[in-house]
């Protein structure tokens, strides 16, 4: 396969290998360790749950995504693997969910990396490198230096699955 040679080349490139990776099915599992619970601290878990229930990941429209940029991490594992695509494909264009999509892989960021270490070993290897060609993806465009450096980060943090 060429390199592609410019920007867009590499979203529309990235966009092909998500979608290869992921399947597009419709997801009617649990979505957020808290679906069904009417406590109002838990709005955005209710916002998620209503917006991605007997959802495709293709379905899930960019407003979603925009008003939830971190709403990924409130996921549980079937449902991350289920819709991490649509995070990932909003995120090529919009740079406040690619940020955050980084942060969300660099363990710089967090204290524990177990949860984040369970969701990534839990997607196929197709899935893996998909992500892990997105967060390269985002090492070459980003213009902050420190979100780079947690960028170049996330991408040595999930390269370490590839042999798992």
């Not at 419709?26 to 955005?44: A, K, R, S």
């Not at 204290?111 to 390269?136: C, M, V, W, Y």
């Amino acid at each position: 396969m060429t390199q592609p040679t410019n920007k867009s080349e590499a979203v529309l490139a990235l966009r092909l290998q998500i979608t290869r990776a992921f399947p597009d099915f419709t997801f009617n599992g649990p979505i957020t360790g808290v679906d069904g619970l009417m406590n109002e601290e838990l709005d955005e878990e209710r916002a998620l749950y209503a917006a991605l229930r007997d959802k495709k990941w293709s379905e899930v429209s960019t407003s979603v995504i925009d008003n939830n940029p971190d709403g990924v991490v409130l996921l549980t594992e079937e449902a991350f693997a289920a819709f991490l695509p649509a995070w990932l494909d909003c995120a090529l264009t919009h740079e406040k969910v690619r940020e955050l999509m980084v942060y969300v892989f660099s363990p710089d960021v967090h204290k524990s990396t177990e949860r984040t270490d369970n969701r990534i070993g839990h997607l196929t290897s197709p899935q893996k490198e998909a992500l892990i060609a997105f967060l390269t993806y985002c090492l070459e465009v980003e213009s902050s230096k420190f979100v780079r450096e947690r960028a170049r980060s996330a991408v040595e943090y999930a390269a370490r699955f590839i042999a798992r």
